[in-house]
């Protein structure tokens, strides 16, 4: 008889952390497909998914300068209409804020941690981030752009970082 009631204890507690593990996985959640701008390669995608204050964003990008690090936002528009990105406007910033670092101090909304290319010109991340939203608030990225720029982010310089050309354009859609 205790061996049933602790399989069962055990079994309880088992699915309870199954239930756990899987919730992250399960909130609100977005997709971009990065699609190339015209004359460049670099093209992939990228997952968000809410996961209480916390979204978290994962995904590969292909085709960029072997070795190179490559500024990397969301921008206020989902549109990648005009072929070189820029009808994505600027960077996405609600609240108005300075271009900064994303996760230290102020910073835009939109101000993502830079790409870092392999010796092959793959791009392969996972971070997290407490400032933009998937399907509420005024930190909403559904339906906004998303761009790969050719230089990284100095993250100083005022709106953009300096990150130079878009090489790589998104529409962040709701999945």
């Known amino acids: 008889m205790k061996n049933v009631r602790l399989a069962s204890v055990l079994s309880a507690a088992a699915v309870a ?3 756990g593990c899987a919730s992250p996985s399960t909130g609100p959640g977005a997709t971009a497909t990065l699609e190339p701008t015209r004359g460049n390669t670099a093209a992939g995608t990228v997952k968000f998914v809410q996961a209480g204050d916390v979204v978290k964003v994962s995904g590969e990008v292909r085709g960029l300068k072997a070795g190179a690090e490559h500024g990397f936002h ?3 528009k989902g549109d990648c209409s005009s072929g070189d ?3 994505t406007g600027g960077h ?3 609240g108005g ?3 900064g670092h994303h996760g230290a101090g102020e910073h835009h909304t939109g101000d ?3 790409l870092k290319a ?3 010109g793959v791009a392969t991340f996972s971070f997290e981030s407490r400032t933009i939203r998937v399907g509420s608030t005024a930190n909403d990225i559904v339906g906004k752009g998303l761009i790969v720029h050719r230089d990284p982010d100095d993250y100083k310089t005022q709106p953009t970082g300096n990150a130079g050309p878009r090489l790589a354009c998104a529409v962040i859609a709701a999945r």
């Open 17 to 19: 952390a199954l239930v």
């Open 112 to 114: 993502l941690p830079s």
């Open 118 to 120: 392999d010796a092959n």
């Open 74 to 76: 969301i921008h206020e």
């Open 97 to 99: 804020k300075s271009h």
């Open 92 to 94: 996405f910033n609600p």
């Open 85 to 87: 990105g820029m009808s």
